[in-house]
C-alpha cells in the first residue's frame, strides 16, 4: 500500500465491506488530496498547536479571569482537552499504521510489544470499538457545541467573561484565547471530516438569501423575518440571527445528511436480505 493512498480509493467492490472500521478510518485521510506522509506532518503540527493553546488557555483562565477550580468545570475546556487528546491517539496510530503496519505478524519481544501498544487495535476483534466511535464522533462534535454557546447565547446575552466588544484591541493574549478555545477548536474539528464542499455551499446559499432579504428591504421598507431588521434589533442582535441562521441551514443539513444515511443503511440491509433468500439453496 503506497504512503499517497487516500482512505477513500480502498473501497472494495463488495458492499458489504464498504463500511471501514473507525480504528482504521483515523489512520487515513478523509480528503484524497492529501497522502499519507503530510496527514501525519499535519496531525503532529495540530497536537502540538492544541496542546499549546491548551496550556495557555488555562493559564488565563487561571490568572485573568480568575476562575480557579471552576476552570475544569467548565464544559468548552473538558471538550479541548479531549479534542487536544483525541489528536495525538490520531498521530500515534497514524504513525503505527504508516511506518509498522505488520508488528503482529513479527516476532514477539520488547520491541513488537511496544508497536503493538502504540498501534491501533485490532479491527475484527475489539470490543472497544462501539467506544471509540461514541468518543470519536463527541470529539468532533462537542468543540462546535462549546463555539456555538459561546458566540451565540453567552456574547449576544452579555454572559460571557470577556464582552463580545472587548475580545480584540486588548492584547494578543486575550485575542489568541476566544478566537483558539471559540473558533479554532471547531476549525479543526470540521477538518477530520470530508463535507468542507457541503458547508461552504450550505452557508454560501444562506447568505444568498439574506442579501436578498435585503434587497427586498430596500424594494419594500420590510424584512421577511423580523431579527434580521437592525432597525428593530439593532446591527448586534441583526448580525448574531445572521450567525444563527446559517449555523442552523447547516445544522439541518447534518440532520438531513444523517436521515440519509440511515435510510442507505437499511436499504443495504434489506437488499442483503432479499440477495441471501435469493440465494438460498433448493
Known sequence: MSSSTALLSLLPKDPKKLDHPIFLRICYSPWATIDQETLLALRLITSAYLTFS????????MNHNKHGWLTVYEFANISY????????????????????????????????????????????????????????????SLPHVA???????????GQSTIPGDQTFGHGWLREFYVTSKFGVNSIVALMEIAVWAHIFGTTFLSLAYVGWAYVG?????????????????????????IMVFCAACNTAFVFVNGLTASREQLTKKCEQKSYDYISLPQ
Open 81 to 140: 482537552f479531549l479534542q487536544a487528546m483525541y489528536s495525538w491517539i490520531a498521530f500515534t496510530w497514524t504513525f503505527m499504521h504508516l511506518h509498522y503496519p505488520h508488528h503482529g505478524s513479527q516476532t514477539q519481544n520488547s520491541s513488537t510489544r511496544m508497536q503493538k501498544f502504540f498501534s491501533p487495535p485490532r479491527q475484527s476483534k475489539s470490543s472497544n470499538k462501539v467506544w471509540f466511535s461514541i468518543f470519536y464522533y463527541a470529539v468532533n
Open 54 to 61: 491548551f496550556v495557555l488557555h488555562m493559564s488565563y483562565e
Open 217 to 241: 428591504y430596500s424594494a419594500t421598507g420590510k424584512f421577511g423575518y423580523y431579527f434580521f431588521d437592525h432597525n428593530k434589533v439593532g446591527w448586534d442582535d441583526a448580525t448574531a440571527a
Open 147 to 157: 463555539t456555538g454557546i459561546y458566540w451565540f447565547i453567552l456574547v449576544p446575552k
